[in-house]
């Protein structure tokens, strides 16, 4: 079975304040940005719409059925939210995107990333594998979902959050994950308005 390589370079703005990491992304078929979550029924553009706009639709283009990656990347870089993924490379053992049908070739080295952005005060995951390691990684408890965990890395301490899904296969309604991913941000300081782009 064939290895993929992670397709995107890691996004790490120097401001960054919290490392989203998913766990990798969809074949490239399924793509509407070369981005980070670009599957555009993939609901993670939405869900930051909504925590800081109350605007599902703020980073959609929905004539042209995909997302608005010029505004994500200025959103992303003047907010201070960096992106990457729990693992470097894979094998698919099936013709789909699911965690669980992802077999992890090489994972991705955290502490390697968590060194470029000196700012960082916490990491966010959306799975449970991707939690599991991460705790392992950093000898932090396993949070519960909407939840997070404290951690030291460096001297500096960290959170660990567990964030909800941002799939439609996640059984809970867009609203109540925006909400959950708002409270992180707000926990962080990150929802000033004052911080425009």
Not at 35 to 52: E, K, T, V
Not at 158 to 175: G, M, T
Request: hydrophobic share 40%; with cysteine; aromatic share 12%.
């Amino acid at each position: 079975m064939q290895i993929e390589q992670h397709p995107f370079e890691p996004f790490l703005p120097s401001n960054a304040k919290v490392l989203m990491l998913g766990s990798f992304p969809p074949q490239e078929k399924r793509w509407s940005i070369r981005f980070y979550y670009p599957n555009f029924i993939n609901d993670m553009w939405r869900i930051l719409g909504l925590a800081f706009f109350g605007d599902k639709d703020r980073f959609v283009d929905a004539k042209a059925r995909k997302f608005r990656l010029d505004d994500i990347i200025k959103f992303c870089s003047a907010k201070g939210i960096a992106l990457y993924d729990t693992a470097t490379a894979i094998r698919r053992l099936k013709d789909n995107a699911s965690d669980k049908f992802l077999e992890v070739v090489e994972p991705t080295d955290v502490p390697a990333l968590l060194g470029h952005i000196p700012e960082c005060k916490a990491i966010a995951v959306t799975g449970e594998k991707a939690a599991a390691t991460l705790c392992a990684t950093f000898g932090a408890a396993q949070p519960r979902t909407g939840e997070y965990s404290g951690f030291t890395f460096k001297g500096h301490a960290l959170r660990l959050y567990r964030l909800p899904s941002s799939s439609r296969a996640y059984p809970l309604p867009l609203q109540q994950k925006a909400t959950v991913y708002k409270n992180m941000f707000q926990e962080l300081g990150m929802t000033d308005s004052s911080v425009s782009y």
